[in-house]
């Protein structure tokens, strides 16, 4: 495939996953700020059937992005290849199974001290990848010259 596409399915693929995750971020918040309950639990399933969608996403950018670094990623794009791990490794070992251990504890209506202590946890570590994927839009666009 030629390159000019493959930049456009990775810019798109990256910046969707950077808006589901704000979105989740800014959903969250406001939804912990009403304290009701039924809201709190419709949020948890909302992110959980969003998930696979933004795991989908990520996997795309991830394989665009490796497609175009090539055999020997050097400079920005090697930088850009580690925040990735970091942001799967994320993903994969503490924010897929917080989502799904928050939907199941607020289905059940168990808002309790466990419940907050890991929707903090996923908050943090949420924001982390935010910041990760946020650097990484950055340089992509500075990759394409899109930005000095």
Avoid at 50 to 62: R, S
Avoid at 79 to 97: D, E, F, S, T
Wanted: net charge positive.
């Amino acid at each position: 495939m030629p390159r000019r596409p493959l930049v456009a399915i990775h810019a798109a693929a990256g910046a969707l996953a950077f808006l589901i995750i704000l979105g989740f971020e800014a959903v969250t918040i406001g939804v912990e700020a009403s304290g009701r309950g039924a809201s709190i639990a419709a949020v948890r399933t909302g992110i959980l059937y969003v998930l696979p969608v933004l795991i989908g996403l990520l996997m795309t950018a991830g394989a665009t992005g490796c497609v175009m670094a090539g055999a020997r990623p050097a400079g920005l794009v090697a930088q850009k290849q580690r925040r990735m791990m970091l942001v799967a490794a994320n993903g994969a070992l503490i924010l897929g199974p917080a989502a799904v251990f928050l939907a199941w504890k607020a289905w059940a209506g168990a808002f309790d001290t466990t419940f907050v202590v890991v929707q903090a946890a996923e908050m943090i570590f949420g924001l982390l990848n935010l910041a990760l994927l946020g650097l990484s839009l950055r340089d992509g666009m500075r990759l394409t010259g899109r930005l000095a």
